[in-house]
């Protein structure tokens, strides 16, 4: 039944997707790249004739497919700063516009982060920000290429297309290069080739309102024409279709004025059938413009909603409470970096969904359609944000690029009904970028964006997060409350959140958590805590992400282990369960992420929150929140990463599940140890927890869940160690796998008496010589080169390219070891 709901949520994305670009032709142009990962001379470079087996014939370009990003491996490489420059791409275009009088378009729905476009040597577009969308008009620089002798024997009735990008430093650019993430370069959304007739829709703003008791809901549509030839007049059709297809109205409309913003259609509709969270129901709006241009089609969707953030309360859609239960998301994934497949992207937002999520801040820069559809048709409510995110205010250029990149957001998403809040910006109290670090001006611009963003879309709030002297300026706040890792227990959450919530009008909590490196686990985690102040503050502060110096806190001084991770966030969840006034809180983040300012983490220049890997792999964490979160049964029981667990012979040792089902028995070594009833106010695991008397080597833990009449289960083997270890003295590598050209290589480290020491962690360096590659670089615990072990061990996967190669692995204070593949 789920791959059913899957499959259709995949055939309704991808037609609401295809309908929404420009509808009369749209070709994604995908293949045929050339890249360059440097600056050229100039555009003639790009295009100049080459000698087929000159030897001079330089810089050597790679052939590519887009999307495509500059940095899809060097920015988690352990051992460079990830590349900021220019770039090029280059390919040749058949273009065969069906409309003479048409106009022919690059459609670009994301390129970072400055842009140039070239047909031949004429530039025709440039493009300042990375997240946006934007079209250049090359209808005229074809036409005039066409006429060139270049056209017709150089490049045989081709249009040469060349593109610079550019991610290079600049302080007058947002985001800041403070920002806690990679400013990526690139074409790394898709860059769509569009025919459309001399007049077509720019864009066609379709607001659907309902009142909080769902009685009476209202559509009002505005058109924006594209219109260079400055047709004066024409006709629009357009017609509502509801959830299941039917017609519920239509209307015809003569036009003339098409150089600005018009009116079209204002609809009342008794009892609409709502957008939810659970149901969410959009209906069609399908228009056509004709003009002696010929006609000119295109499709919207819309949901009808009504959302409230109360003030000093929680949040309401459609008249009832509904807590927020949030993460984030940024375009990041192993191997690609931003350019993510819409598979992977799909994959993602079901993984979300399957989690629980009803709500998701989309950190920290507009994101492509492709996750704004899925929002949408999955039922996930969006904060979407600019990405004016730390370091300071800049200049008059710094200023107009927020001003636009704003502007953007709201007009390309406007029609989204999973947009509730468009946020303002990101710990703008973070200085850094500019000798002036000034709050009043900070406060000015920020009342400026509030403003603007009111004017563009009166109907969605507005917020920031992480700038308490911009607090009152916006209409929803979110605070710096980081209780059990930068700063505190997280015993403190409710406390911080309270007195936070005291301070503002509409409280909404976003960003929470901490880091875990993935397959590191403990048999004491909340050790630590026992050298933190409670009771105090629990914000971040400048250099709290440091691993180094400052007060005690768990960012520093934790395991990093999943146990932890898995403790803090119970109780954070235990605990929102008892705040009615809470409007909801946002998981920072979803997916493990790359970020240049934390190279000493333990997979380096990765931000280990997430609770699954950058790859999707799923950490201990994800089950915490399905056993919150969801209504489908289901029951996992902690470990299923932990093939080694340590302790005294005899000694009982705690085995957590996490489940939403209301009883759970569990079994070990096929012996019942009794039924345990769920309570959400049980801590931990909502008192489905075991102390167990594990046996000496292998053990078989099993759980047996119900929930009405379905039956859920869970199992998994390890080992129990009792032999004590001291400090590592050496390493063992071996092979532990192969499948389809690829293996899996295991290092353990093992005392001088050789008991394996499962606490360790030690660096690890991978290093490999031979026709193999190593499978590095993807900003994983088991995907990079130069990694902290976890519980004595670290694994790694090699390309063996069905040749020989030796694998070796380095470690400070131990002797390299090397095994044959």
Not at 173 to 191: E, K, V
Not at 282 to 311: C, D, P
Not at 738 to 747: F, I
């Amino acid at each position: 039944m789920m791959l059913k709901n899957i499959k259709y949520i995949i055939t309704i994305s991808l037609l609401f997707y295809s309908s929404l670009l420009f509808s009369q032709q749209s070709i994604h142009l995908n293949n045929n790249w050339e890249f360059l990962k440097q600056d050229l001379g100039g555009v003639w470079e790009a295009v100049r004739p080459v000698t087929m087996g000159n030897p001079e014939s330089v810089p050597l370009w790679q052939k590519v497919s887009l999307p495509h990003c500059v940095n899809a491996e060097d920015a988690v490489d352990p051992d460079v700063n990830y590349y900021q420059g220019q770039s090029w791409y280059r390919t040749q275009l058949t273009i065969d516009n069906p409309d003479q009088a048409g106009r022919t378009l690059l459609h670009f729905e994301g390129a970072g982060q400055k842009t140039e476009v070239y047909v031949y040597t004429t530039k025709v577009a440039t493009h300042v920000g990375g997240y946006d969308e934007w079209t250049a008009d090359i209808t005229d620089a074809v036409a005039a290429f066409k006429k060139t002798e270049a056209f017709k024997k150089q490049f045989k009735g081709k249009i040469p297309v060349s593109i610079r990008t550019d991610n290079s430093r600049d302080l007058e650019m947002i985001p800041s290069d403070l920002a806690d993430f990679n400013i990526y370069g690139g074409i790394y959304r898709y860059l769509n080739l569009v025919y459309v007739p001399a007049l077509s829709v720019d864009k066609m703003f379709a607001k659907a309102e309902v009142d909080a008791a769902g009685k009476l809901g209202k559509l009002t549509v505005k058109a924006r024409f594209y219109n260079p030839a400055g047709i004066n007049d024409a006709t629009v059709k357009l017609k509502l279709m509801d959830p299941a297809g039917k017609i519920v109205a239509g209307t015809e409309k003569k036009i003339n004025g098409l150089n600005t913003d018009l009116d079209l259609w204002n609809f009342e509709l008794k009892k609409p059938i709502l957008w939810t969270t659970d149901q969410p129901k959009q209906y069609r709006l399908i228009y056509e413009v004709i003009s002696s241009a010929g006609n000119y089609k295109g499709a919207e969707k819309v949901g009808f909603r009504n959302i409230n953030f109360v003030e000093k309360g929680p949040f309401m859609l459609n008249g009832k409470r509904l807590l927020l239960r949030g993460t984030h998301r940024h375009e990041d994934h192993a191997g690609v970096a931003a350019a993510m497949t819409e598979d992977m992207i799909r994959e993602e937002m079901q993984m979300m969904k399957d989690m629980g999520v009803n709500f998701i801040r989309l950190g920290h820069y507009q994101q492509s359609r492709i996750v704004l559809n899925l929002c949408d048709s999955l039922g996930i409510m969006v904060w979407e944000e600019i990405p004016w995110c730390r370091g300071g205010l800049g200049g008059e250029v710094y200023k107009q690029q927020a001003r636009r990149m704003l502007t953007n957001m709201v007009e390309q998403h406007y029609n989204h009904p999973s947009i509730i809040i468009w946020g303002m910006g990101n710990e703008n109290d973070w200085p850094g970028d500019f000798p002036e670090f000034d709050k009043e001006k900070i406060r000015t611009f920020m009342k400026e964006l509030n403003d603007l963003s009111h004017k563009l879309d009166a109907s969605r709030y507005t917020a920031i997060r992480r700038c308490d002297f911009c607090s009152d300026i916006v209409d929803v706040y979110s605070p710096s409350i980081w209780a059990g890792w930068y700063r505190g227990a997280y015993t403190d959450y409710k406390k911080s959140s309270e007195e936070e919530f005291a301070k503002v009008k509409r409280f909404l909590h976003a960003e929470w958590g901490g880091d875990s490196h993935a397959l590191r686990h403990s048999e004491n985690p909340d050790k630590a805590l026992s050298k933190i102040k409670t009771g105090g503050s629990t914000d971040e502060r400048a250099g709290d992400a440091s691993l180094y110096g400052g007060a005690a806190r768990i960012s520093k001084d934790g395991d990093w282990s999943e146990s932890y991770i898995t403790n803090l966030i119970d109780w954070h969840l235990k605990e929102q369960e008892t705040m009615p006034w809470l409007s909801g809180s946002a998981y920072w983040p979803f997916k493990d992420f790359s970020t240049p300012v934390r190279p000493d983490n333990p997979v380096p220049y990765m931000n280990q929150k997430g609770v699954v890997e950058r790859d999707f792999t799923k950490k201990e964490a994800y089950y915490v929140f399905q056993s919150y979160w969801t209504e489908k049964p289901m029951a996992h029981i902690y470990g299923h990463s932990w093939p080694v667990r340590w302790g005294d012979e005899g000694e009982e040792k705690m085995v957590k599940v996490y489940s939403n089902c209301p009883e759970a028995e569990l079994f070990l070594n096929g012996k019942s140890f009794g039924s345990k009833k769920r309570n959400s106010q049980d801590y931990p695991a909502a008192g489905l927890r075991w102390n167990l008397p594990f046996a000496k080597g292998k053990n078989t833990v099993k759980v047996i869940a119900k929930k009405g009449k379905e039956v859920i289960t869970d199992e998994f083997e390890f080992n129990y160690q009792t032999e004590k270890w001291t400090k590592p003295a050496k390493m063992e590598l071996t092979k532990i796998a192969e499948k389809d050209d690829v293996a899996t290589v295991e290092v353990k480290l093992y005392d001088s008496k050789g008991v394996q020491c499962l606490d360790a962690i030690n660096w690890i360096n991978f290093g490999l010589t031979g026709d193999g590659k190593l499978i590095d670089n993807q900003g994983t615990s088991s995907g990079s080169r130069k990694v902290q072990a976890y519980n004595g061990r670290a694994i790694i996967k090699v390309k063996l390219n069905k040749g020989k190669s030796i694998v070796s692995v380095g470690s400070e204070g131990l002797s390299t070891v090397f095994t044959s593949l």
